[in-house]
């Protein structure tokens, strides 16, 4: 049987309980053998938009993924020059992985801007899209969508939320456990002092604190007012 792989591909700046939710709950309803987090390096959508180094949101990916055997991370788009065009990273990592089976993850906002990608409609050809529905996203929603934008041979496969087409990969409506968790409000707590514990793992928690990671300028080190916080 072929290696059938999860990609999930984001800035995570951070990484946060809801992405690593919704890689899980992939995991099973899909049933994929593994999980591959790969961070973007030069986000092609946000030009002059600050994130954090690379090595910091690595770093927070490696302590947000130990545990678990079904985590993978790659430093893909660090390696690869200019910017992380998704297709680019697919391409290398068809190769990267040879015979493997690809399934693209993609949050319900981003995947009805796909149209606006680079070379988008190769990226139908090269893993089948799942998208992490909200529940007020349906698969009529997705479908008219793919149906104008990619192909009207796209049909729904009845009863498991597969969007099925006779020579490109499929679209999957996955419904995952909606958690109201975003790395921006991550990044606005971060930024206040205050607690970001629950929000992301705790191991994570611990080196943004330690490293004043988001933090404006304060009087005092992030630290003491964090351990205030726990008292």
């Given at each position: 049987m072929p290696l059938r792989l999860g990609i999930f591909g984001g800035t995570f700046d951070p990484v946060h309980?809801?992405?690593?939710?919704?890689?899980?709950?992939?995991?099973?309803?899909?049933?994929?053998?593994?999980?591959?987090f790969v961070p973007v390096a030069v986000p092609p959508h946000k030009p002059g938009w600050k994130i954090l180094s690379f090595q910091s949101r690595w770093r927070m990916l490696q302590l947000a993924l130990a545990g678990n055997s079904r985590f993978r991370l790659s430093d893909l788009e660090q390696r690869m020059p200019g910017k992380s065009y998704t297709v680019h990273s697919l391409q290398h990592l068809s190769k990267e992985n040879p015979g493997a089976e690809l399934f693209f993850l993609v949050g319900?906002?981003?995947?009805?801007e796909m149209d606006t990608w680079y070379e988008f409609k190769e990226i139908f050809k090269l893993a089948g899209i799942v998208v992490l529905c909200r529940p007020e996203c349906c698969e009529n929603e997705v479908l008219q969508f793919v149906s104008k934008?990619?192909?009207?041979?796209?049909?729904?496969?009845?009863?498991?939320?597969?969007?099925?087409?006779?020579?490109?990969?499929?679209v999957y409506s996955l419904r995952n456990t909606r958690m109201d968790i975003s790395s921006t409000r991550v990044r606005?707590?971060?930024?206040?002092?205050?607690?970001?514990?629950?929000?992301?793992?705790?191991n994570v928690w611990g080196y943004i604190a330690e490293n004043g990671l988001y933090?404006?300028?304060?009087?005092?080190?992030?630290?003491?007012?964090?351990?205030?916080?726990?008292?």
């Open positions: 309980l809801g992405h690593l939710r919704a890689a899980e709950e992939a995991l099973d309803i899909l049933g994929l053998d593994e999980m591959l319900c906002d981003a995947f009805f934008k990619v192909s009207e041979l796209y049909r729904i496969e009845p009863g498991n939320r597969e969007i099925r087409h006779p020579a490109l990969r499929s606005e707590l971060a930024a206040e002092g205050r607690s970001v514990r629950y929000l992301v793992p705790d933090l404006k300028a304060v009087s005092r080190p992030y630290s003491e007012r964090v351990r205030e916080s726990d008292a």
